[in-house]
């Protein structure tokens, strides 16, 4: 179920009815993670090479390789940085996007269905803050892990693992239940979309492909979400469980 979820979601995301959304979703994750590393830069810049330039005079010449390899550590700590941010960004992308991916999935592998509905705009915006929120927490608290040996990369599949899955997968389910209602639908099959998230978590790990995690995650959330209402019938999508704004 989480395989062929996984594997929907990633034919759609070439899919000519997800183009529009694919370039959307791309381009504004790339503008985000350009302008998060101007500011990295700067910050390292105004802030951390002084000091670091004042230590570097009392260098011997023969230790002027200390220079190179700190210009190397600097990289690397920007890039790690930016690695960390990836997680949030993808938190926020989703939270603009999330409806437009699910809407042409439904449209797409589910037209017979009763069609979902967005959330009103003053929920999504809070929905959307407390999941960049929740997010930016958790990988604050992977951070101080990746100082843990034998924790660290472990400690970024959990952490987001666990948020990722939880967030995307209410997301999708938000779209026919009340926010309670997706809540405790959640928590009754937590074992299924934590093991989805971990697959979104691998997702996020991989360079560049990594960009359109907003893209795999809310669309393997939404087939999720048919999939295990389907096999639920305590479940079940009828009329009468949907969001006031949902039915009439």
Known sequence: MILEAARLSLLNLFAPETRSVFWKVLGLTLVVLMGLWFALREVFFLY????????MPTVPDW????TFIFAILAGIGLALALALLIAPVTALIAGLFLDDV?????RRDYATDPPGMALPLGQALVESAKFLGVVIIGNIIALFLLFVPGVNIVAFFLVNGYLLGREFFEFAAMRFRPAAEAKAFREKHRGTVFLGGLL??????????NLLTPLF???MMVHLHKAVSRKDPSFALAQSSRPNHLRG
């Open 48 to 55: 951390i090479w002084p000091y670091l330039a004042q230590w």
């Open 63 to 66: 230790a002027g390789w200390l």
């Open 102 to 106: 699910a809407e042409v999935v439904e």
């Open 200 to 209: 979104i978590a691998g997702f996020l790990a991989i360079p560049f492909l």
């Open 217 to 219: 995650a809310a669309g």
